[in-house]
T-cell receptor, first 114, second 109 residues
Framework: NAGVTQTPKFQVLKTGQSMTLQCAQD?????MSWYRQDPGMGLRLIHYSVGAGITDQGEVPNGYNVSRSTTEDFPLRLLSAAPSQTSVYFCASSYRRGGTDTQYFGPGTRLTVL | EDKVVQSPLSLVVHEGDTVTLNCSYEVTNFRSLLWYKQEKKAPTFLFML??SGIEKKSGRLSSILDKKELFSILNITATQTGDSAVYLC?????????WGAGTKLIIKP
């Protein structure tokens, strides 16, 4: 099993550009989520999905879109990048939502917006 | 508003010391508390706690939860340089994980 994979590992964007961060898991997990991690702050939930075709907003959804057409893939789209979106982004998956199942994290994408 | 507070924010100790990391919380509907270790990349799971007073142990690491006083501690005994990492605490409130800012632990040889 590859677990949770994310691409790219690093990305530099200019303000106003759009891009998609890819996330895939091969563990047949129903629940997937996207977090951002900023210095001195905990992980903050951007969007999550409880299954294919179902997505919902987390704590900091503005400026991001997601879709879940398959169980395996959960891409995160930045619509018009802003310097405030400079962060490290983690995708995570688990069998069920919440803390009763171990969250498996991808290796992260370090994004810089100039 | 749900919140999770970890202390200290950073800690530097020498190899062989014992450390205690703290996590306190105020959440609407507590379901579980989790500890993760984050080295250079993704967080990796350490413990999940749901009941007060029951210690979870894995090698030199142990953790306990106090649901009355709303906190958990993570103990690491006989620390090694490989224990250097950020330790994250998260609380499941209504099936949503609320994360603390983490404690950065540095172990000096």
């Amino acid at each position: 099993n590859a677990g949770v994979t994310q691409t790219p590992k690093f990305q530099v964007l200019k303000t106003g550009q759009s891009m998609t961060l890819q996330c895939a898991q091969d563990m047949n997990h129903e629940y997937m989520s996207w977090y951002r991690q900023d210095p001195g702050m905990g992980l903050r939930l951007i969007h999550y999905s409880v299954g294919a075709g179902i997505t919902d907003q987390g704590e900091v959804p503005n400026g991001y879109n997601v879709s879940r057409s398959t169980t395996e893939d959960f891409p995160l789209r930045l619509l018009s990048a802003a310097p405030s979106q400079t962060s490290v982004y983690f995708c995570a998956s688990s069998y069920r939502r919440g803390g009763t199942d171990t969250q498996y994290f991808g290796p992260g994408t370090r994004l810089t917006v100039l | 508003e749900d919140k999770v507070v970890q202390s200290p924010l950073s800690l530097v100790v020498h190899e062989g010391d014992t450390v205690t990391l703290n996590c306190s919380y105020e959440v609407t509907n507590f379901r579980s508390l989790l500890w993760y270790k984050q080295e250079k990349k993704a967080p990796t799971f350490l413990f999940m706690l749901t009941s007060s007073g029951i210690e979870k142990k894995s090698g030199r690491l142990s953790s306990i939860l106090d649901k009355k006083e709303l906190f958990s501690i993570l103990n690491i005994t006989a620390t090694q340089t490989g224990d250097s990492a950020v330790y994250l605490c998260a609380v499941d409130s209504n099936y949503q994980l609320i994360w603390g800012a983490g404690t950065k632990l540095i172990i000096k040889p």
